[in-house]
C-alpha cells in the first residue's frame, strides 16, 4: 500500500465506496471501530477514555469509536466541539447511535483521563485552528495522557505535513484505506506517532479511478525496474560510472560517491581526477579506478567513451566557472547524470541554462540533488516560505508540491533532502521516504547519496525509479550502520541492504 493520497482524494475514494453500494454510515463505523481497536491495545481496562469530537465526520468517527469502546467496558466520557443538532449526514447518524451524555468540549477534562481519542478535526483541515479549538488542543498537549488521533492529529493538514497553527502532538494515529502526505512529511510525521493504517471496505479499484501519482517511498515502488547481476552476466553489463573529483584539498566527497556507486552495483567507476590530486585519489582508491582528467575539456574528452555510460559532478568539486563548464560538458551528451552540491550551486546564477540544456537532451536521465538551501538558489520562488502558489488551495504549496514544480520546470528528476526526503519526476510522479535514521545527518552523507543515485543509473534504471531506490537505499543503509555512523559507513552497509532486497 504505497499510494498517498491527499485529503480531496481520500473524499473521491470515500464517494466511491458509496456509489458502488456502502453506506457511508458503514465506512464511517468500521472507521470507528478500527480507532477503538487501537485504544483498546493502548489502555487499561480501567483506563479512563475521554472521546473529543469534531463538528464533521472525524467527529462521526469518535462516536462511534466511543460507543465501542463503552461497550467493552470502558469508562469513556464523550465532549463535542459546536452544537450536536448541527451534526449533518452520516456524523448526525452516528451521534444519533451514542446512548451516553454529550458534554460540551473544554480544557479541563484532557487532563482528567488517561487517554485521549482527538476526533476533533481531519486531514481535510485547511486552516489555522482558533479560539476554543485551539485551546483544546493546548490542553491536550499539555495532559499526561496518552493521545490516539482519528485520521490525522488536529491542526496538521494531511496535504502538506504542516502544523497550520496549534496543532495535537499524538502518541498514535489511526487512518483509512491510504496515508496521506502529511503523515510521512515534517512535522506532520512526528506529531503522528504510531500510525495504524486501516482497511474500512473502500476497494482498491477507487485508485484505478484517482490514479494517484504520489507513493510512500518503498521497494514496490520501483523494485521491478531493478535486475540483480544474472549468472551470465558481466561488470561491463552493468555500467560504466563516473565521479568527478575535485581540486587536491577537495577529493573525500568525490571518493565517497565512487565507493557508493559501486556498491549500489555498478560494473565499473572511475574517478575523473584534477592532475593535482591525483596521487591523492590513486592513493585511497583500489577497486575504483582513477583517470587524470585536466578541466571541461579533459572531461568531455573522457566521455567521449560511450562505454561511460553515468556521471556524478558536485561532491567536493568546488564551486565556480570551472565546475559549470564541466557540468556543461556532461549535458552535452546522452549518458546519465547526477548533480549534486556544488554542481548544482555553480549554475545557481543561470539555472534558466541548465535548464535549457537538460531540456535539449528529453530522453536523458538527468537526477538533481538539492537539499534546502541548493533548493532555493535554484528555485528561490519554490523555497520554503515563499509566496509560490500552485493552486491547490488557499495553503501554501507543500515539499511535495515544491519537489513536483521543480521537476516541471527542470525536466530532470528532483531530489529534495531532508529527513522527509521528496523525489519527483517532471511526470509528476513523487515519492516521500519516511525510513532515514536522524543519524544520516552527517558530513558526507550526502555525497554517498548521489553515488548510490549515479551507480543505479550506470545499471540503466529510468531516472525516477533509480533515484527513488536511491533514498531507500541510503535510508537502510543508514538503518544498518547504525548510531554514530559516519559516511565511510554507509556504502560498506549497502551489502547487506542489497542482500535483503
Not at 44 to 69: E, K, Q, W
Not at 87 to 104: F, I
Not at 248 to 275: D, I
Amino acid at each position: 500500500m504505497i499510494e498517498l493520497l491527499t485529503p480531496a482524494e481520500m473524499a473521491q475514494a470515500d464517494r466511491f465506496a458509496i456509489e458502488r453500494g456502502t453506506p457511508g454510515i458503514v465506512l464511517m463505523d468500521r472507521a470507528g471501530r478500527a480507532v477503538a481497536d487501537v485504544v483498546a491495545a493502548r489502555a487499561s481496562a480501567d483506563a479512563r477514555i475521554l472521546v473529543i469530537s469534531g463538528p464533521g465526520n472525524n467527529g462521526g468517527d469518535g462516536f462511534v469509536a466511543a460507543a465501542d469502546l463503552r461497550r467493552r467496558g470502558y469508562d469513556v466520557r464523550l465532549q463535542l466541539l459546536g452544537a450536536r443538532e448541527k451534526l449533518t449526514g452520516d456524523a448526525a447518524l452516528a451521534a444519533d447511535a451514542w446512548e451516553g451524555a454529550v458534554e460540551a468540549a473544554d480544557t479541563e477534562a484532557p487532563g482528567q483521563c488517561d487517554l485521549v481519542v482527538d476526533a476533533l478535526f481531519g486531514a481535510g483541515l485547511a486552516r489555522p485552528l482558533e479560539g476554543l479549538a485551539a485551546d483544546i488542543v493546548a490542553a491536550i498537549n499539555a495532559s499526561p495522557a496518552d493521545v490516539v488521533a482519528v485520521d490525522l492529529p488536529s491542526g496538521v493538514s494531511g496535504r502538506s505535513g504542516r502544523a497550520l497553527g496549534p496543532a495535537v502532538e499524538a502518541d498514535a494515529t489511526v487512518t483509512f484505506f491510504r496515508l496521506k502526505p502529511g503523515h510521512l512529511l515534517l512535522p506532520g510525521r512526528t506529531r503522528c506517532g504510531e500510525v495504524t493504517l486501516a482497511d474500512i471496505g473502500i476497494p482498491e479499484a477507487a485508485l484505478g479511478v484517482l490514479e494517484p501519482a504520489a507513493f510512500r517511498n518503498a521497494p514496490a515502488l520501483w523494485h521491478g525496474s531493478w535486475r540483480p547481476p544474472s549468472v551470465d552476466g558481466h561488470k561491463y553489463a552493468r555500467g560504466h560510472a563516473v565521479v568527478v573529483s575535485g581540486p587536491m584539498a577537495q577529493t573525500g566527497a568525490a571518493r565517497l560517491a565512487a565507493g557508493a556507486a559501486l556498491r549500489a552495483g555498478a560494473g565499473l567507476v572511475t574517478v575523473a581526477s584534477p592532475p593535482s590530486a591525483l596521487m591523492i585519489n590513486a592513493a585511497h582508491l583500489t577497486a575504483v579506478m582513477v583517470r587524470s582528467v585536466d578541466g571541461a575539456e579533459g572531461l568531455a574528452t573522457l566521455l567521449a567513451d560511450r562505454r561511460l555510460n553515468a556521471v556524478a559532478i558536485g561532491p567536493g568539486a568546488g564551486v565556480g566557472p570551472d565546475t559549470a563548464a564541466s557540468v556543461r560538458a556532461i549535458l552535452d551528451g546522452d549518458r546519465g547524470v547526477v548533480l549534486d552540491a556544488d554542481a548544482l550551486t555553480s549554475l545557481a546564477d543561470a539555472p534558466a541554462e541548465l535548464f535549457s540544456a537538460i531540456a535539449a537532451r528529453p530522453d536523458r536521465p538527468v537526477v538533481l540533488t538539492p537539499h534546502e538551501g541548493e533548493f532555493a538558489r535554484l528555485f528561490p520562488d519554490l523555497a520554503e516560505g515563499s509566496s509560490a502558489d500552485d493552486g491547490s488551495d488557499e495553503e501554501a504549496p507543500s515539499k511535495l508540491d515544491r519537489a513536483r514544480l521543480a521537476a516541471a520546470r527542470s525536466g530532470a528528476v528532483v531530489i529534495l533532502k531532508g529527513p522527509d526526503t521528496v523525489v519527483a519526476a517532471p511526470d509528476g510522479r513523487a515519492a516521500i521516504a519516511d525510513n532515514a535514521p536522524p543519524w544520516l545527518a552527517t558530513a558526507g552523507a550526502g555525497d554517498v547519496l548521489a553515488g548510490i543515485a549515479t551507480g543505479l543509473l550506470a545499471q540503466l534504471l529510468p531516472a525516477f525509479e533509480a533515484a527513488a531506490m536511491a533514498v531507500w537505499m541510503h535510508g537502510e543503509a543508514g538503518r544498518v550502520a547504525g548510531p554514530g555512523l559516519i559516511a565511510e559507513d554507509l556504502a560498506p552497509a549497502l551489502k547487506a541492504v542489497i542482500a535483503r532486497m
